[in-house]
Structure formats: structure tokens, C-alpha cells
């Protein structure tokens, strides 16, 4: 039997805030990009169902009327996702216009092939219409066509923006290149993930500084709804084929899309049609097909009746009906128009079902940014809707198995994305060195008894969902840069960091390990990879930062899921990080970095994998253990000279402090080292 044991359970207030508008119809995401309309270059990060569209319909009227703009160009990734930026009547609800797009300019809705519509574009240029709505293709292949020169002083708008990647490969990319190197265009890009192209920049690093960023995060945006109230994440193992498993995780009575495997994964039977006609079949008895929307229909044991729509079958026809019955405008709002979705590519990005309650996804996702899109299609506000769920079914390790390395890789990254979805959703951590100059902020709560000027302090703003939070020995950024990292950053860095295979594997499986060994040289080296334009002042400020936001998170789960924390609601959390600060003598950056933030995901893969399970992967893990790199060695150096510093003598290599012992290794061995090259 799979235990079903959920990696973080987040609880929100519902104070409605991100949904209210203001005078102009705006809702507060979208009030607060439109206050940086002025800008040339904004990047508005934002989760999926914030109202990225139409803030940018009052960022582009705004730059046509007032900014001296000739034309909006919206670029979109797929046609589907072009209907988002149909006519909107904006005056009815306040604002001084309306945003329209003449049918011919929407190319998203126009027949035939991109080579046809970069035609229209170039017809687009020469005339006087505003606004023109196309797709990533269709616009690359103008730019290709006509230069950059062509689209000088328009808007430029590139929606779903962690499509776009500095990889000379990407298109995209290159073109947003020269467009900031000539200068003559304003961007505005928005992205619904908060890890911009995965494993590759979306800029370079002299482009991306050229953006005004507005975030609007996750917490505040779930934290605003009316009904949704809490969000579980988790993953759950099953042995054999997913298909027998799928009911223990399936809830027949919860609106539900289900992800089957790619048909490459391990995880899939390479029958995807077959393992749809599984899950029909163990959901209950087939009745037939809808003859209006094409969607399954099927009697549960229970007598209910479900309504099932297959979006893998390869029938166009069919799989056409299906998806227009899905976007029937007449039925958006009809809670029981559907009940089950099952899909393979589609249903992710740009899809919206406001009644889903459970995203559930088989097989690992590579990319991070699927996950957080995935989880977007579940976390939209529904009336009667106050739950909803993401759950990872993975395939557990079988030793016997010859791709028992590539399954153990799956597993580890599944727990890299249930920690990094931990940090998105949780309220966001603004940090101070703590020194007796310091004092309450205002719009703060700091609990029970209030500010404390003797102790570190733990506040929290509830509108803005944001932690105040002093720590003793913190280094503070020197650089506009550093502070803009420590600021919108801190959950890039932690991505880099919880992806990387080394340090979650030693994090979860190495015994020996010293926690300073990840918090501190792991941590540092992803750091000044990632920023190697900061000095070394600056990369250990946002080490700091990051590795405070991580191990806090982890520390006030902890909390949460012992059962220790007040359970009041949305508060759960928050007292926990509270709790965590308030159970240790000082708060303190020496006492963070001895935190390995992994410990709490190995408790959880210890109730969920059997023990059997969990031993082999943790042979396997330790069969490949490494001893230290030249690399991490001089880390190692490094530290241990600000510790002589400090101490007024070196590290110790018998020292029973595990810490300081691991600094001496790395100074006796790069001694070592110096001692060999010089015998030759």
C-alpha cells in the first residue's frame, strides 16, 4: 500500500486582497506592475491565474497613449494561449480605455503556416492598428525577416517568458539580445515560473540587469483568494505498474488531470492508450462516449457518474472535440461540466480549469518549470473549492533493476522539487544582521509580547506575506546588485542548489556528512557560478541569504509536521519559523549553516519508501562517494584562514568539532597537493 504522507501542507488566510480591485479595475498584481509602466525593460514574475494578460493591457495602452509608442506586438508560445489577450472592455470597470485587437492582427486565431503570417506582420508594421497578438515562430521568423531595426520604438511583450533562454540555440533569445543592444524597444516579459529557463539563463547577466523586476508571489496570491484555503504537495512511491497503483492516490470524487509518463520515461508502459483504457477501467464501468463533447463516460462503484475527457487519444477529430468541449466558454463556470482530465503533453501551461482540485502527475519532470505550471492548473479560486493537492506518483528503486541508478536519480530530484515548490510557496524572508540599533518594522507583528531589542526577532507583514527576521553574525550587501540578488533572487539560488546531484546526495544519504560542507562550499560554489560578476564579499552575503531561506523553511516544516507549531489556520507556518526562532539561545548565521537542509526530506522518504527500498538506494549513493576536489579544497583553505583570523590559530585536524576538522583536511590536502606538484 503506498503511504500517503504529503512533503508540506501550506495554509492560507483567504483575505480576498489579491482579488479586490482598485478604482482603475485593477487587482493588486496588476496595480503593482502598472506602477512601473514608465519602465523600457520590466519582467513581471507572477504565479499562473494572477492577471499577467491584463496587466499588461494597462502597461501597453499606457506606453501607446502616454509613452510615445507606435504598436504593441504581444508574443505568445502557442496559438491556445493567444485568446488571452482578446478584447477587454477596461472602462466598465474603471480604467480611460479599452484594450482591442482586430481580428486580422490576432494571429494566433488566423489559418495557415508561420511563413503566411510573417507577411501580415510586415503589412502590421507599415499601417496604423495598435496592437498585433502572435505566436514565439511566427515572430521570430519576422524579426529574421525584417531586422530589429524594423520594430524600433513598439512595444515588444513576450509572454510566458522562461520559454526564452540565452542559449545561443534559442532564437528567442538571441533576438531579445539585440534588441537591447540597439535599444530602441520597450520589453515586457512575464513568466508564471520562478526558474527562469531551468538549468539555463533566460538573459545574459548584463541583459537581465537592464530589467525592472515586479514579483508578485505565490503566498500573496493564494494568501488573497476567497475560497482555496490549503495546498498539499507531495510524492508517493509505487512498485510494479502505475496503473495498479493509480487508486490509492486518485480520489474519484476531486476534479482531477492526471499526467501520464512520456512514453520514453521509465515510468511509462509504452502503450499510453492502454494505460488510459487501465484508469477508465479501474475508475468504474465504461458507458460510453458523450456524443457532444466526446468525453468518457463511466459509472463509479459508487453509482456515481463520471465524466472523463482523454486528451492522449491521437484521433484529431476525437481529441479536437474533447479540447473544444473543454474551452467551451458557456460551460467555464459549470463546476460538473467535467470530472477527470487525463493528459500526456497538453492541459499544462495556459490551460485553465478553475474547478481542478488535484494536479496528479506520473513519472519525473525534468523541468522545474513544468512542475510549477502543472501546479498552476490546481491552485486557481473556485467557490466551494477550499482544497487542493499536487502529487509526484514515482516509480520506487528496484536494486534488481538495470536502471535502478536512472530510477535513484528520478527520486532524488523528485525531493528537489518538493523542496524548491516549499520555498515558492512559503511567505517571503527579507533578513537584517541583528545589532542594538535595530527596531520594529513598521506593519510587522513579532508575536506574543511584541519586539524584544535583547533577541533576534522573527516579524511577519500578513498582507504582504513577508517575514522580518534579524540574525545575529549576517553579512549585508554592498552592491546594488547583491541586494537585488538577496531580494527576487534568493529562490533561483536555492533552485541551483537543491538540483545539484552532489549535494543532495550526500544531504540525504551521507551519514558523515558536516552540514557546512553543502551550507557552506556547496552553497558557496553555486553562488559564484552563478554570479561571477559579484566579489567575495558580496557572494557570501547571498550565500547567507539563501542558505537562511532554505534551512528556516525546512526548520518550521519540521515544526509543522511534528505537530508542534499552534495549529490556527494560516498560521501554521509561520509559527513555526517563529517557534524554531525562539527555541535557540541566538539566532544566529553560525547556527544556520549547521543545519543540513535535507534532514527533514530524508525523514519524510523514510515514511513513504520501504525500508528495503531506501537501504539499496543508499548503497548505491555511497558506492560512488568522492573524496574532496581540488576545488572544494581550497573552499576549505579559504574558510580556515577567516577562522585563524577569528581565532588566532588554524583549524585543528583532531579537533572533535566535525566542522573545523573538515577545513583542516582541505588545508593538509591541497599541502598535499603543493608537496607533489613540487617533486614532480
Not at 490546481?378 to 530510477?407: C, M, Q, W, Y
Not at 533572487?489 to 551521507?510: C, H, P, S, Y
Not at 517563529?578 to 543545519?595: G, S, T
Amino acid at each position: 500500500m503506498t503511504k500517503s504522507v504529503p512533503s508540506v501542507t501550506v495554509t492560507y488566510a483567504r483575505n480576498g486582497n489579491s482579488i479586490k480591485s482598485n478604482e482603475l479595475g485593477m487587482r493588486a498584481m496588476q496595480e503593482r506592475a502598472y506602477e512601473k509602466r514608465g519602465e523600457q525593460y520590466l519582467l513581471i514574475k507572477s504565479p499562473p491565474a494572477s492577471g499577467k494578460s491584463r496587466a499588461l493591457m494597462f502597461i501597453a495602452l499606457d506606453k501607446l497613449e502616454n509613452q510615445g509608442l507606435k504598436q504593441a506586438i504581444v508574443v505568445v508560445p502557442e496559438k491556445s494561449i493567444g485568446s488571452s489577450f482578446a478584447d477587454e472592455p477596461l472602462s466598465k470597470f474603471g480604467f480611460w480605455a479599452d484594450w482591442s485587437v482586430q481580428p486580422k492582427w490576432n494571429l494566433c486565431n488566423a489559418p495557415g503556416e508561420d511563413g503566411g503570417k510573417v507577411k501580415s506582420v510586415g503589412a502590421f508594421l507599415e499601417g496604423d492598428d495598435k496592437v498585433l497578438v502572435c505566436t514565439h515562430a511566427t515572430f521570430r521568423f519576422a524579426v529574421d525577416r525584417f531586422g530589429v531595426e524594423a520594430f524600433d520604438d513598439r512595444l515588444i511583450a513576450v509572454d510566458e517568458f522562461h520559454h526564452v533562454s540565452a542559449n545561443p540555440d534559442n532564437k528567442l533569445g538571441a533576438h531579445l539580445g539585440d534588441f537591447i543592444a540597439r535599444d530602441r524597444v520597450h520589453v515586457v516579459a512575464m513568466t508564471g515560473s520562478y526558474f527562469r529557463g531551468d538549468a539555463e539563463a533566460v538573459l545574459a547577466p548584463n541583459d537581465e540587469a537592464k530589467f525592472d523586476t515586479v514579483t508578485y508571489t505565490y503566498y500573496e496570491q493564494l494568501n488573497g483568494y476567497t475560497y482555496l484555503k490549503t495546498l498539499d504537495i507531495g510524492y508517493f512511491f509505487y512498485s510494479g505498474s502505475y496503473v495498479d497503483d493509480i487508486l490509492k492516490v486518485l480520489d474519484p470524487g476531486e476534479k482531477t488531470i492526471i499526467h501520464i509518463p512520456n512514453v520514453n520515461s521509465r515510468e511509462s508502459t509504452k502503450d499510453k492508450h492502454r494505460e488510459v483504457e487501465h484508469i477508465i477501467d479501474a475508475l468504474g464501468e465504461w458507458q460510453g462516449t458523450d456524443p457532444l463533447t466526446g468525453f468518457q463516460l463511466v459509472t463509479s462503484p459508487d453509482g456515481r457518474r463520471l465524466k472523463i475527457a482523454d486528451l492522449v487519444d491521437d484521433d484529431p477529430t476525437k481529441r479536437e472535440k474533447v479540447s473544444a468541449a473543454l474551452k467551451d466558454v458557456a460551460h467555464k463556470n459549470h463546476r460538473d461540466h467535467v470530472d477527470i482530465i487525463i493528459a500526456l503533453g497538453m492541459a499544462k501551461e495556459g490551460f485553465d480549469w478553475i474547478w481542478c482540485e488535484h494536479a496528479l502527475t506520473v513519472g519525473y519532470r525534468a523541468s522545474l518549470t513544468e512542475i510549477v505550471q502543472i501546479i498552476g492548473r490546481a491552485t486557481r479560486d473556485a467557490e466551494g473549492k477550499t482544497h487542493a493537492r499536487f502529487t509526484n506518483l514515482i516509480a520506487e528503486p528496484d536494486a534488481s533493476e538495470e536502471a535502478v541508478t536512472e530510477a535513484v536519480n528520478d527520486t532524488l530530484k523528485a525531493i528537489a522539487a518538493s523542496l524548491l515548490m516549499e520555498q515558492v510557496l512559503a511567505p517571503r524572508f527579507n533578513f537584517t544582521p541583528k545589532n542594538p540599533n535595530n527596531g520594529p518594522v513598521e506593519g510587522y507583528d513579532y508575536g506574543e509580547g511584541g519586539y524584544d531589542p535583547k533577541k533576534e526577532n522573527v516579524g511577519f507583514n500578513e498582507d504582504t506575506g513577508q517575514f522580518q527576521m534579524e540574525i545575529k553574525g549576517l553579512s549585508e550587501p554592498k552592491t546594488v546588485e547583491a541586494s537585488r540578488i538577496c531580494q527576487e533572487d534568493l529562490n533561483e539560488v536555492v533552485a541551483a542548489f537543491v538540483q545539484d546531484k552532489t549535494t543532495i546526495e550526500r544531504g540525504i544519504f551521507d551519514e558523515e556528512l558536516v552540514p557546512e560542507e553543502l551550507t557552506q562550499v556547496r552553497m558557496g560554489k553555486i553562488v559564484k557560478d552563478k554570479y561571477p560578476e559579484l566579489d567575495d564579499h558580496d557572494r557570501e552575503v547571498v550565500r547567507q541569504h539563501a542558505v537562511a531561506a532554505l534551512n528556516l523553511t525546512q526548520k518550521a516544516k519540521e515544526i509543522v509536521l511534528s505537530g508542534d507549531a499552534q495549529e490556527k489556520g494560516n498560521t501554521a507556518l509561520i509559527d513555526g519559523v517563529r517557534k524554531y526562532a525562539m527555541d535557540v539561545r541566538e539566532l544566529d548565521i553560525d547556527l544556520i549553516d549547521r543545519i543540513n537542509p535535507f534532514g527533514e526530506a530524508y525523514a519524510i522518504l523514510a515514511k513513504t519508501m520501504s525500508e528495503e527500498s531506501l537501504k539499496q538506494v543508499a548503497a548505491i549513493i555511497s558506492g560512488k562517494r568522492v573524496n574532496l576536489t581540488p576545488e572544494e579544497a581550497r573552499d576549505l583553505a579559504k574558510r580556515a584562514l577567516k577562522f585563524k583570523q577569528e581565532r588566532g590559530r588554524l583549524p585543528s585536524i583532531t579537533s572533535p568539532d566535525a566542522w573545523e576538522k573538515r577545513m583542516a583536511e582541505g588545508v593538509a590536502f591541497l599541502a598535499r597537493m603543493k608537496a607533489e606538484a613540487a617533486s614532480g
